[in-house]
């Protein structure tokens, strides 16, 4: 008669020793999230939305602050506030998408933003972004203010581009 100790060994290949577990365990197909993976679930859109509705006159005031800022490089001026304004605009915007999970909200971020902006540009008495480079001599601050009108509505779409490509669902690796 065979040993029955021996019989129940993991050693033999009959009875392999590596368990694979697909979930966290005591938890059922279908099972609600815990609260402690609940944050993995995302938002609620109305939540992101407003959110991004609210962060893109921020940004706005924010950036119409920022753009005006030159540095005087010998006799060289480089609207460096024009660009970190367009920079916190897209990286705003690419947070609130990624924060919130969905594409949806990087484009409301820098549209909310632009409308802002264009309301602070048409102002007929005291304008706060000058955008005309017909003036004679060139005023630094049109330039300024054109990178940051312009320089908006393109971050907004790379910004949207960017948050896409970072939530697009991936494939899973197939052995080859």
């Known amino acids: 008669m065979q040993d029955r100790s021996s019989a129940l060994t993991d050693d033999d290949d009959r009875r ?73 605009a897209g990286s705003v915007a690419v947070f609130v998408a990624l924060w919130a999970r969905t594409v949806y909200v990087a484009p409301v971020v820098g549209g909310v933003a632009y409308l802002v902006v264009g309301l602070f540009a048409a102002s007929e008495d005291q304008p706060l972004v000058l955008t005309d480079l017909g003036m004679d001599p060139l005023l630094p601050a049109a330039v300024a203010g054109t990178i940051w009108v312009f320089g908006l509505a393109v971050v907004t779409v790379v910004a949207s581009m960017v948050s896409w490509w970072v939530l697009r669902p991936r494939r899973a690796n197939r052995p080859a």
């Open 16 to 88: 392999p020793a590596a368990v694979v577990v697909s979930q966290p365990i005591g938890t059922a197909v279908g099972d609600r999230p815990t609260r402690k993976n609940a944050h993995r679930q995302g938002i609620p859109l109305w939540w992101a939305f407003l959110v991004s509705a609210v962060l893109g006159p921020v940004v706005a005031v924010l950036g119409t602050a920022l753009h005006g800022q030159q540095w005087d490089v010998e006799g060289l001026t480089l609207p460096v506030g024009a660009a970190a304004a367009v920079l916190l």
